[in-house]
Nanobody, 124 residues
């Protein structure tokens, strides 16, 4: 059983930056592909970014491409989401997720474990 704990959310002005962290425990972190999803009020949970087991393959949603970067440290059992040039439409609860297998996918039901989420609020 893998436990995921997100941190780093908060309130930031438009144009600002935040770095989210997701610490994993209870499993072999390097055997999981990892991803970040987000969910805004009244909307479905959507894929933001994913990274393969080794970190060699990354995929980013078009809506955040060139602004967000995903990375992982398999020694620290942690995955990160660097968010730059934040916009009010980035406001959401951000979730970390883990799935068995080498590569991430964009589909929520493929993921086996989820964190509790961290709130990101971007003011205009």
């Amino acid at each position: 059983q893998v436990q995921l704990v997100e941190s780093g959310g908060g309130l930031v002005q438009a144009g600002g930056s935040l770095r989210l962290s997701c610490a994993a425990s209870g499993g072999t972190f390097s055997s999981y592909a990892m991803a970040w999803f987000r969910q805004a009020p009244g909307k479905e949970r959507e894929f933001v970014a994913g990274i393969s087991q080794s970190g060699s393959m990354r995929t980013i949603a078009d809506s955040v491409k060139a602004r967000f970067t995903i990375s992982r440290d398999n020694y620290k059992n942690t995955v990160y989401l660097q968010m730059n040039s934040l916009k009010p439409e980035d406001t959401a609860v951000y979730y970390c997720a883990a799935k068995s297998g080498i590569y991430p996918t964009t589909t929520t039901r493929h993921y086996d474990y989820w964190g509790q989420g961290t709130q990101v609020t971007v003011s205009s």
